[in-house]
Nanobody, 124 residues
Framework: QVQLQESGGGLVQAGGSLRLSCAVS????????FGWFRQGPGKEREFVAF????????YLAEPVKGRFTISRDNAKNTVSLQMNSLKPEDTAVYYC?????????????????WGQGTQVTVSS
């Protein structure tokens, strides 16, 4: 059974940093690409970041470019999201997920095995 568990969320002041981690519990971790999405209060879930199976390709949503970095450690089966210069509008539940279908990396439909999410709250 594939399980993804996010951690690292919390309450931070604007301008601060957080590092989210996603622990993945299946053996073929290195064969898959992963994504991070977020859902803010009263908003739809939106794409945040993508990393390919090798880590060679990464993509970030426009609102977080220059502030967030996605990375992975294939030896530890983890995907991380480093978030710097946080803004109140970054407040959301953040989810990691595994890409299992061909299609656009920013589409939720190509992912499965969503974690339960971790809450990030940025105060002004």
């Amino acid at each position: 059974q594939v399980q993804l568990q996010e951690s690292g969320g919390g309450l931070v002041q604007a301008g601060g940093s957080l590092r989210l981690s996603c622990a993945v519990s299946f053996d073929t971790f290195s064969r898959y690409s992963f994504g991070w999405f977020r859902q803010g209060p009263g908003k739809e879930r939106e794409f945040v970041a993508f990393i390919s199976f090798s880590g060679a390709n990464t993509y970030l949503a426009e609102p977080v470019k220059g502030r967030f970095t996605i990375s992975r450690d294939n030896a530890k089966n983890t995907v991380s999201l480093q978030m710097n210069s946080l803004k109140p509008e970054d407040t959301a539940v953040y989810y990691c997920c595994r890409k299992v279908r061909d299609g656009f990396y920013y589409s939720q439909n190509v992912y499965d095995s969503w974690g339960q999410g971790t809450q990030v709250t940025v105060s002004s």
